[in-house]
């Protein structure tokens, strides 16, 4: 079993900031990629930003780049997303996903439980 808990969301007025943070925990062999995606009312799920097991290469949603900044520390298989001169069209729960080798060596594709962020203009 893997969990992934995700915390910094909230409410916060445009051009504001925000940092997510998401925790994997359980039985973790490896974390492969990690990322996150978003879902805003009335729309499909969207990935924002996405970052490998070494970190060199990030990918991101042409909506948010130049704005948010994706990180990972695999010490603590945690990905950070910093999200800076939000728009109120940021506004979404927020999903970080990781793909996971467990400790028995099955592969799985897990999410978290999802975090709120509103942006007012």
């Known amino acids: 079993q893997v969990q992934l808990v995700e915390s910094g969301g909230g409410l916060v007025q445009a051009g504001g900031s925000l940092r997510l943070s998401c925790e994997a925990s359980?039985?973790?062999?490896?974390?492969?990629?990690m990322g996150w995606y978003r879902r805003a009312p009335g729309k499909q799920r969207e990935l924002v930003a996405a970052?490998?097991?070494?970190?060199?290469?990030?990918n991101y949603a042409d909506s948010v780049k130049g704005r948010f900044t994706i990180s990972r520390d695999n010490t603590k298989n945690t990905v950070y997303l910093q999200m800076n001169s939000l728009k109120p069209e940021d506004t979404a729960v927020y999903y970080c996903?990781?793909?996971?080798?467990?400790?028995?060596?099955?592969?799985?594709?897990?999410w978290g439980q999802g975090t709120q962020v509103t942006v007012s203009s």
């Open positions: 996903n990781a793909d996971v080798m467990t400790s028995t060596l099955d592969r799985a594709d897990d």
């Open positions: 359980g039985s973790i062999f490896s974390i492969y990629s």
């Open positions: 970052v490998p097991r070494g970190g060199s290469i990030t």
